[in-house]
Nanobody, 124 residues
């Protein structure tokens, strides 16, 4: 069992930055992948970024590539999402999740544990 708690969301102007954190408790195995997803009202949950817990291999959605950076601190069992050059279309609830490295990293159904989400609002 893994529990995830996101933090760091808020209101920011377009062009600004935020850093989201996802603190994990429970047993984190090297075979896990950590992912960030987001969901705007009336839209489906979409993939943002993912990182493998052991090797730190990363993957990004095209819409955030070059602006967002995912990283992890194994000692703190925490994953981060640094978001720069934010745009109004980045407004959404952001969720972190844990899944197996064997799963397809961009599919929400491949993740087993989810946090409660943190709201990010970008004003124009």
């Amino acid at each position: 069992q893994v529990q995830l708690v996101e933090s760091g969301g808020g209101l920011v102007q377009a062009g600004g930055s935020l850093r989201l954190s996802c603190a994990a408790s429970g047993r984190i195995f090297s075979s896990y992948r950590m992912g960030w997803f987001r969901q705007a009202p009336g839209k489906e949950r979409e993939f943002v970024a993912a990182i493998t817990w052991s090797g730190g291999n990363t993957l990004y959605a095209d819409s955030v590539k070059g602006r967002f950076t995912i990283s992890r601190d194994n000692a703190k069992n925490t994953v981060y999402l640094q978001m720069n050059s934010l745009k109004p279309e980045d407004t959404a609830s952001y969720y972190c999740a844990v899944g197996s490295v064997l799963g397809v990293p961009t599919r929400p159904t491949q993740y087993v544990y989810w946090g409660q989400g943190t709201q990010v609002t970008v004003s124009s």
